[in-house]
């Protein structure tokens, strides 16, 4: 895995690699600057949703397959009648209050 945000992981490099693409072919396919394509494989930029979606159908992956949250990152809550709705990535469950 390349050099990564604090907040997000990627494998743009290697995917774009993979696909037998330079950084100035996949900058021209997605409308971007070489640049922006280097900043986001190097960890220093994180792509719009629009661009992460643009980038994904160039590569014919998911943006999943891309980029995805360190473990443990996130916590969703649900409010629920004394429920409340945890993830962290790894896993998925239900508390009561």
């Known amino acids: 895995m390349g050099k990564n945000h604090k ?4 494998n743009l490099e290697e995917l774009r ?3 037998g693409l330079t ?3 996949l900058s021209d396919q997605a409308d971007v600057s070489r640049k922006s ?8 930029y994180v ?3 629009v661009l992460a979606l643009r980038i994904a159908k160039i ?3 998911s943006v999943e397959d891309i980029f995805t949250l360190p473990w443990g990152s996130f916590y ?3 409010d629920q009648p004394r429920k409340i709705f945890y993830s962290t990535v790894t896993e998925w469950f239900w508390t009561e209050n």
């Open 17 to 19: 690699k993979s696909a």
């Open 37 to 44: 394509i280097n900043a986001i494989e190097n960890g220093i």
């Open 7 to 10: 907040k997000l992981l990627n």
């Open 76 to 78: 969703l809550f649900f």
């Open 59 to 61: 590569l014919n992956c």
């Open 23 to 25: 950084q100035q072919e």
């Open 47 to 49: 792509p719009s949703t």
